[in-house]
Nanobody
Framework: VQLQASGGGLVQAGGSLTLSCAAS????????AGWFRQAPGKEREFVSA????????VYADSVKGRFTISRDNGKNSVYLQMSGLKPDDTAVYFC???????????????????WGQGTLVTVSS
């Protein structure tokens, strides 16, 4: 499974961006998907996750109410709509897949099976 994250860029505080994560390759079964981020000098942290059918979503407290995760299984893609961006949101954002479709609720990076390469989001003040 290959995951390709895209959509990062430079945005002013208060602005919006939408990240995309496209899955490709040969895989069987459904997967939950998550977004994590890693700021310079900091550990990777959980941002949001969504179940296979989109019926369940979870968010970190720091982004709740500002970010929205969604997916389009017909396009094998997951999205992260980010609004009200703050300088503290500056980080490399990674998408990940959890083929158990239940571990994602633990919000732990080590429980995800596959990872994308990351896309940089920079929020200027």
């Amino acid at each position: 499974v290959q995951l390709q994250a895209s959509g990062g860029g430079l945005v002013q505080a208060g602005g919006s961006l939408t990240l995309s994560c496209a899955a490709s390759g040969s895989f069987v079964g459904s997967y939950a998907a998550g977004w994590f981020r890693q700021a310079p000098g900091k550990e990777r942290e959980f941002v949001s996750a969504i179940s296979w059918n989109g019926g369940s979503t979870v968010y970190a407290d720091s982004v709740k109410g500002r970010f929205t995760i969604s997916r389009d299984n017909g396009k094998n893609s997951v999205y992260l709509q980010m609004s009200g961006l703050k300088p503290d949101d500056t980080a490399v954002y990674f998408c990940a897949a959890d083929f158990s479709d239940y571990r994602y609720g633990a919000r732990r990076a080590d429980l995800f099976d596959f990872w994308g390469q990351g896309t940089l989001v920079t929020v200027s003040s």
